[in-house]
């Protein structure tokens, strides 16, 4: 006779448990060694038949939200006692249901290889220690399963963690003279780049490459054989050399559209266009007798290839890269550079030390602590740091700005090891402790700070709990320590202001964001960087002035592109030049910009020519395509950007204007 299960005295707080008796008995730990217990073939074909019945077509007794969260419950009492299993049930229950297609099931459940992008360990990890009818399955059937409606967010308040806010010592100070920082982002350097392969695939995934492919044939009508592809790369000395005539061996009729060599509008950049990139940044400092004092790099060194084309030793060539490229090209200023949802393998994850699957990760924190000492970026005491906050750092440059470096994988909504306990746990990683702990320090010495990560709060990728515990971090700290915020991600040129009250007047603004535009042109960019030149003293930025390339012309041009200077964030912003020159660009200014992109259609399609760098693909304010551009720019998080677009008030119809 068995006992009550072990398994269903974990479970707490459910009244019903979804694990049924006859499941939970096979999972027992009570059967004796003798080989008597049931087999794995057994738990797996009692599990489906639960799954089964729990999505039975005519079960309407229970909503999916509370069926998705069942299922977790389920798979959490396999995964206690057979986490080996979960890949198997996991695809079938994934398939069976069309939670997703059949290949995402496969991809997102079949356990972690290094062949592919999979992410099944780390969701057997996650499942043994999430509480499926807590917070942590409200989140995970939102984000991951996409059968839960978004929660309400729980409270999250941080005020006891830092000392009250002086206000007596909320001004800054300004200087007279300023230096230049570069700001650069987003390479996803595409190793597998095929000129003359399809840039107009219709594969799910990733264009320009061997395996792309347009599933329609090609109309005799469009005809291609006008394109030219040539083996054109930068030379070990950093010079363009325009390669062979590859055509003849490229060109394939049945292609659509024919990847030329420096890029194309749907895909991210082959190593040329990187170097180009890079090269355009060193040339501009040679000419201008100027050198940054720094560069920052938000992020993201790997591609978008599907995640069966993703593998190991891919992410990491591509990393060392990217990585090698800049030092090559930018051999004489530090780069202070943070990872993106790319720059890991699997794809997205990062394990807390907490969660004691740490290990999984470390290869990735050492490769890039050696990265970054090995290049003289970061001082060698830093190793530690660099590791223990998953590539996370502080840093002091030598025009005296500390520089925080976050890895925005900590609040990523894709990563699995964000789910775990929830509510009681707003910091699995640490991440919020060590930059608060940081910025009480340097408040204290009157220090600048500037944080630098890739994925931005307002993106919809941040986590609903982290984005409301940075909005705080930020507000608190705002505008005299903190005076720079910058991240990549989103592959637009864009900005937001934080407001310290909802109805978002400019005289309530507190600070703003820089989001960079990219180099990869991915999706229907120009690519582009720039360069701030900030206040010595108050470390703001004074003006940003961005460059960027036609990539357009290079499809027949097939000479080294030019860069070229595309606009000034003052003079574009302030077009009437009503802010005074000795003002910096700080949230009071964007405020001002935002209330314009309110109010003016011509701000919006400034801005709007500005997402794209110019390029063919320019949103049309005219014709209805800027409506939430307010939204997005007025909003410094997730949660109000939500709310913002929920009032009709605030969709802006130019028009009618
Ligand atoms: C659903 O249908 C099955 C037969 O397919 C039946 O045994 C079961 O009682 C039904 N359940 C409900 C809730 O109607
Ligand atoms: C507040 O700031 C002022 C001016 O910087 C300083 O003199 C004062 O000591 C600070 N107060 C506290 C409680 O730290
Ligand atoms: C891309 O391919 C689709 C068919 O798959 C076609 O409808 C579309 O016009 C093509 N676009 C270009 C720019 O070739
Ligand atoms: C395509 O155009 C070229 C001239 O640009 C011509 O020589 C060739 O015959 C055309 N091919 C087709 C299939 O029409
Ligand atoms: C051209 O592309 C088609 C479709 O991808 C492929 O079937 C064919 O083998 C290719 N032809 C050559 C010569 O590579
Ligand atoms: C370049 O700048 C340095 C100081 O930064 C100056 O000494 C030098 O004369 C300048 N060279 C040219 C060509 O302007
Ligand atoms: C959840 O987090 C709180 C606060 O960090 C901690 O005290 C508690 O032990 C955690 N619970 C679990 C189940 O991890
Ligand atoms: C500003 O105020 C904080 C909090 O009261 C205090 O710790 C800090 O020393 C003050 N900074 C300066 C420069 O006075
Ligand atoms: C904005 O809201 C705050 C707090 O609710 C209030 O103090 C302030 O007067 C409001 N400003 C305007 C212009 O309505
Ligand atoms: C921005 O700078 C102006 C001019 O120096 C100042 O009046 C304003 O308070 C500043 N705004 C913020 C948010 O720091
Ligand atoms: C600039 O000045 C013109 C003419 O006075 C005015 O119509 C426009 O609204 C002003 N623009 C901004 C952004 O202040
Ligand atoms: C490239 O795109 C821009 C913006 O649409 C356009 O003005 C320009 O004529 C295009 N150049 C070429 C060579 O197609």
Request: proline share 5%; with cysteine.
């Amino acid at each position: 006779m068995l006992l009550l299960p072990a398994i269903l005295a974990l479970i707490p707080f459910v009244a019903a448990s979804a694990v049924p008796s006859e499941l939970s008995e096979l999972l027992s730990d009570d059967w004796p060694l003798n080989g008597k217990g049931p087999t794995d073939k057994q738990i797996v074909q009692q599990t489906m038949n639960t799954l089964e019945s729990l999505y039975k077509k005519n079960n309407t007794v229970i909503d999916a939200c509370t069926k998705c969260k069942s299922t977790l419950e389920i798979g959490k009492a396999i995964s206690l006692t057979k986490p080996e299993l979960i890949p198997e049930i996991f695809i079938k229950w994934c398939t069976d249901n069309k939670i997703a297609t059949a290949a995402n099931c496969k991809t997102i459940y079949s356990r972690n290889t290094i062949t592919a992008s999979r992410t099944g360990t780390d969701f057997t990890n996650m499942l043994q220690q999430i509480d499926p009818w807590s917070v942590d399955g409200d989140y995970l059937c939102y984000y991951k399963m996409s059968q839960c409606p978004l929660p309400e967010m729980p409270k999250v308040d941080l005020s006891s963690w830092w000392p009250p806010k002086n206000e007596s010592n909320a001004t800054l100070e300004y200087g007279t003279e300023t230096f230049n920082v570069l700001h650069i982002s987003d390479f996803h350097v595409e190793l597998d780049y095929l000129p003359g392969s399809e840039s107009n695939c219709t594969n799910n995934g990733m264009c320009c490459t061997g395996h792309s492919y347009n599933k329609n044939a090609k109309p005799a009508s469009l005809n291609t054989s006008s394109y030219e592809f040539f083996e054109s790369y930068y030379n070990e000395d950093g010079e363009f050399v325009k390669g062979h005539d590859i055509t003849n061996e490229n060109y394939n009729e049945s292609v659509w559209l024919p990847a030329t060599e420096f890029g194309s509008y749907t895909c991210d950049p082959p190593e040329l266009l990187v170097n180009s990139s890079l090269k355009s940044i060193a040339e501009f400092q040679k000419k201008n007798n100027m050198t940054f004092d720094f560069a920052i790099f938000t992020g993201d060194m790997v591609d978008h290839d599907e995640l069966e084309w993703t593998n190991y030793d891919m992410t990491i060539k591509s990393q060392e890269t990217v990585m090698r490229d800049l030092k090559k090209y930018l051999p004489d200023i530090p780069v202070f550079s943070v990872l993106g949802n790319h720059d890991t393998f699997p794809y997205g994850q990062i394990a807390s030390h907490a969660s004691g699957h740490e290990n999984l990760y470390t290869w990735n924190d050492e490769l890039f602590a050696d990265l970054w000492v090995g290049y003289d970026w970061l001082p060698f005491d830093h190793y530690e740091q660099i590791k223990k906050h998953y590539t996370g750092y502080s840093v002091v440059t030598k025009s005296g700005v500390k520089v925080i470096a976050v890895n925005s994988n900590t609040y990523y909504q894709k990563n699995y090891y964000s789910y775990n306990n929830m509510t009681d746990n707003i910091d699995p990683f640490g991440t919020l402790k060590f930059i608060v702990d940081e910025l009480v320090e340097s408040e204290a010495k009157n220090e600048k700070v500037w944080i630098i990560a890739h994925i931005p709060f307002v993106d919809y990728d941040t986590l609903p709990m982290q984005a409301e515990a940075y909005k705080q971090i930020v507000t608190r700290f705002s505008p005299t320590t903190i005076t720079g915020l910058f991240f990549g991600h989103t592959h637009q040129d864009q900005f937001n202001v934080l407001y310290a009250h909802d109805n978002k007047t400019i005289d309530d603004a507190i600070m703003n964001t820089w989001i960079d535009l990219t180099v990869t042109p991915l999706s229907h960019y120009n690519p582009g960087w720039r360069y701030y030149e900030v206040d010595t003293k108050s470390k703001n930025v004074m003006n940003s002035y961005n460059y960027y390339m036609k990539l357009n012309e290079t499809f027949t041009n097939h000479d080294e592109p030019e860069w070229l200077f595309e606009y000034s964030a003052r003079e574009a912003y302030d077009v009437n030049g009503t802010w005074p020159k000795t003002s910096p660009l700080n949230g009071t200014f964007w405020a001002h910009a935002a209330e314009n992109i309110k109010e003016e259609m011509s701000a919006a399609q400034t801005y709007s020519d500005f997402l794209y760098r110019k390029s063919p693909y320019v949103p049309d304010c005219s014709k209805g395509k800027c409506s939430t551009f307010y939204c997005y720019v007025s909003s410094f998080n997730i949660n109000e950007y939500n709310k913002c677009i929920a009032n009709k008030e605030n969709i802006i119809n130019y028009e009618s204007k």
